[in-house]
């Protein structure tokens, strides 16, 4: 990989012959495990200046209608996560010059305060290609990482590292973006506010309706409140999108009882085999994704396909020596006369993706000059550990990326486009629906990950019996397994919200996600303890999911920091009127200075005296408040009502609309160390 260094520039046809799209990822490790940033892009004409607004990319305008930029989101890493960007370079328009690429905190917050602060960029089949540490942040709040440029018909990367006090406004201001005023802002809907459209009350009406109407995105960091009153909005890039998004309640049934059941436009009830499960959602899939533009490249542009023309196959027999083989399926991408193609694997149920089947695959797209093998199933891929290891040939001058997306994640990407960010029109987002409704159907196959494996039982009664000893490669399975749960856990609660939801690395943890793995397998052998904790945009801190093995109990919780200004009992009285509709049982502890251990109680006893959560020593200072939830945890390492899987699933998904979704989201992060404790 190319180091670069403050200022220096690199052509990127002379480090890869695939740089027609590439990735680039802006990375950050936050100590505390709580810090972000946001990812922008601006496209910029000869004069240094936007053509116009639209050419300002960020949260509330992700993608170009050329396909040019998409904004991928955040991908969780070995130490903590990072914002991918991906650029179809063949399709960025003649007239821009350069494409700057830049990233701001907020809420008062400074890049000083993170560490590793870096931008890498990879070719089409994902190898990476150079890398710009940027070590001055300091207190600036928005930096400039770098930017891709034209020289002689090649794109060049410049190492920038250019920081700005003023934010995200100063620097879109600085390249001619105009900014909304006040008002402008005040008109816009409230965060948690969706403008939505209804889909017509036929399939048949559905398909006919082509219209997009307008709605207005809503501001993605929430205004909160304070004593004073509402805080002053910043300002924001003005953006305008005309989707269509699908209502969260469904209209009235006209049917006669409940035996009757509404069509399908992809029925489930006639599969019986896992080949037919194979076949059907492999089908499915491939036929919405070639229907709705925007679902195929969300789906494609992360690994590595242009922005075009998408067309999608089944049952198509490739040669191989003296059998053909089949894949599932193939995607293919045309974009100025030039191809992308995809080789598609598929499995359902819980069947496991077979080495030397995918491995053929390989062999055929690189010597057919494919791009990419994509494998599909119930699995979760982690970091640093594929799923299935194939040989890749390095004398072959064309390379061929592997690349792994699960079930859970096509339903979570659905999920996103129809009930939160809107697509073309009604016709799609009805398609979308369907599709969701497929995979959600219990004879689908398509349910994500859904076993904890073989090594689950031993584990837990090695835990019992106080025999699993350190170092036992059952533990690490059971460790990796549940990284696997915690993943898809996020993309079920961020489908649910809109939200990002990822999960959250401490960065004593270190960078290495082999001995990152090896280091909790360890403490689970000894303390018998499984935790992560979950990064929810919007909510005041991380939320931690702890599952007991000796005492078959989960734990979620959040910890909230203590208010800049006020008093003790003040914060106290407030923080049970949030809670007013939160269940009884929840455990509410205070947090003091030095970790000694603060009041606690159930929020049932603590509603009529809130000053029970006051230290008795009134010298003692508030650092802050941890809630808690208690529950029985399922004990099979299957995804049953019973079983461990759909019990952490529940607990998550309870505490988060229970507890958390009660709690101001922009509660004010603690700014000074002394605080009054009268």
């Not at 969780?76 to 690429?101: C, H, M, S, W, Y």
């Not at 009930?419 to 497929?438: D, T």
């Not at 005492?551 to 009992?569: C, F, K, M, N, W």
């Not at 606690?600 to 010298?619: F, W």
Request: some cysteine.
């Amino acid at each position: 990989m190319h180091e670069m260094v403050k200022g220096s520039n690199v052509s990127l046809a002379a480090l890869s012959e695939n740089v027609g799209s590439v990735i680039v990822g802006l990375g950050w490790v936050s100590p505390s495990g709580e810090g972000d940033a946001d990812v922008s892009v601006l496209l910029l004409d000869t004069n240094g200046k936007v053509r116009n607004d639209t050419d300002f990319y960020f949260y509330n305008n992700p993608v170009a209608a050329d396909g040019s930029v998409q904004l991928l989101g955040k991908t969780p890493t070995a130490d903590g996560n990072e914002d991918r960007i991906g650029f179809d370079l063949t399709a960025v328009p003649a007239d821009v010059d350069r494409i700057v690429v830049a990233a701001s905190r907020y809420e008062g917050a400074r890049f000083g305060e993170l560490e590793d602060v870096r931008v890498t960029l990879a070719d089409g089949v994902g190898e990476h290609l150079l890398r710009f540490t940027i070590d001055d942040a300091d207190s600036v709040s928005a930096i400039i990482f770098g930017e891709l440029y034209r020289r002689a018909d090649e794109w060049k990367f410049r190492a920038v590292g250019q920081g700005y006090e003023a934010g995200l406004a100063g620097l879109a201001t600085d390249f001619g973006v105009d900014i909304d005023d006040d008002a402008a802002e005040a008109e816009a809907p409230q965060s948690g506010e969706h403008l939505e459209t209804a889909v017509p009350a036929a399939p048949a009406e559905a398909l006919a309706q082509t219209t997009a109407l307008e709605a207005i995105p809503a501001p993605r960091r929430p205004s909160g409140e304070s004593d004073a009153g509402p805080r002053k909005p910043a300002p924001r890039p003005r953006t305008a999108k005309k989707k269509v998004t699908l209502p969260r309640e469904t209209r009235k049934s006209l049917a006669e009882n409940e035996s009757w059941k509404e069509a399908r436009l992809f029925p489930v009830s006639v599969l019986k085999s896992d080949r037919d499960r194979e076949m059907r959602a492999t089908s499915v899939l491939l036929s919405v994704m070639a229907q709705v533009p925007e679902f195929g490249r969300r789906l494609t542009a992360a690994f590595g396909a242009p922005a075009g023309r998408m067309e999608t196959f089944t049952e198509v027999s490739l040669p191989h020596g003296d059998t053909p083989r089949r894949p599932d399926g193939v995607i293919r991408v045309e974009r100025a006369g030039k191809l992308w193609t995809a080789l598609i694997e598929t499995k359902t149920n819980g069947n496991s993706l077979r080495a030397e089947q995918v491995q053929a695959y390989m062999d055929i797209a690189a010597r057919r000059g494919y791009e990419a093998v994509i494998t599909l199933s119930n699995d979760v891929a982690l970091e640093g550990s594929p799923l299935v290891d194939v040989k890749i040939d390095g004398r072959r001058k064309h390379k061929v990326a592997l690349r792994h997306l699960s079930w859970a994640e096509v339903a979570h990407q659905a999920q996103m486009l129809i009930r939160h960010e809107g697509v073309g029109n009604a016709a799609h987002a009805w398609l979308l629906q369907q599709l969701l409704q497929y995979l959600q159907h219990e004879n689908s196959g398509c349910h994500g990950f859904q076993n904890m494996g073989s090594a689950w039982v031993p584990v837990r009664n090695g835990i019992d019996d106080e025999t699993l000893c350190q170092g036992d490669a059952r533990a690490l399975e059971v460790v990796e397994s549940w990284e696997r749960l915690i993943r898809q856990v996020c993309l079920g609660l961020g489908g649910e919200l809109g939200q990002k939801v990822l999960p959250a690395q401490r960065a004593k943890r270190g960078a290495d996600p082999g001995a990152r793995r090896a280091q909790l397998a360890d403490e689970l052998c000894v303390d018998g303890r499984l935790q992560a904790e979950l990064r929810v945009e919007g909510a005041p801190g991380l939320l931690s999911v702890t599952a007991d093995l000796r005492t078959g109990r989960l734990r979620t919780s959040v910890e909230i920091p203590a208010p800049d200004q006020g008093y003790p009992l003040t914060w106290a009285k407030r923080l049970i009127r949030r809670l007013d509709e939160a269940p009884a049982d929840l455990h509410v502890e205070t947090l003091v200075e030095g970790g000694a251990g603060g009041p606690r109680g159930t929020l049932e006893r603590l509603r009529p005296e809130p000053a029970d959560m006051l230290p008795k020593n009134t010298a003692t200072r508030i650092t802050g408040f941890r809630l808690s939830l208690l529950k029985s945890m399922g004990s099979g390492r299957g995804n049953a009502e019973t079983g461990f899987i759909r019990s952490v699933d529940d607990a998550v998904q309870r505490f988060y609309t229970t507890v958390v979704v009660h709690l101001d989201a922009a509660t004010p992060r603690r700014a000074s160390s002394k605080e009054p404790t009268g």
